[in-house]
Nanobody, 118 residues
Framework: DVQLQASGGGLVQAGGSLRLSCAAS????????VGWLRQAPGKERQGVSC????????YYADSVKGRFTISSDNAKNTVYLQMNSLKPEDTAVYYC???????????WGQGTQVTVSS
């Protein structure tokens, strides 16, 4: 049974940093892509970043490039999202998801709230 457990959200001031973690189980971690998406109130879900574990390729939304970094610890089946220089517009519920490719993230975990105050 595929399970994804996100953690690390919280309240931070603008310019601050947070690191989100996504602990995965129930599938061969190294064969999958794992990504982060977010959804703010009243807005559509947005892809933030994705890591293709089999070759290490990473993808970022333009709005987070240069500020967010996705990484993985395959020994721990965990993916991280280091978020620096946070802005109020980064406020959202962040979800981790996994799938065969970054365009097919079909399995979702519960979200973690990130709130950035101005």
């Amino acid at each position: 049974d595929v399970q994804l457990q996100a953690s690390g959200g919280g309240l931070v001031q603008a310019g601050g940093s947070l690191r989100l973690s996504c602990a995965a189980s129930g599938f061969t971690f190294g064969d999958y892509a794992v990504g982060w998406l977010r959804q703010a109130p009243g807005k559509e879900r947005q892809g933030v970043s994705c890591l293709r574990n089999r070759d290490g390729t990473t993808y970022y939304a333009d709005s987070v490039k240069g500020r967010f970094t996705i990484s993985s610890d395959n020994a721990k089946n965990t993916v991280y999202l280091q978020m620096n220089s946070l802005k109020p517009e980064d406020t959202a519920v962040y979800y981790c998801a996994a799938g065969p490719t970054c365009l097919a993230l079909s399995r979702w975990g519960q979200g973690t709230q990130v709130t950035v105050s101005s």
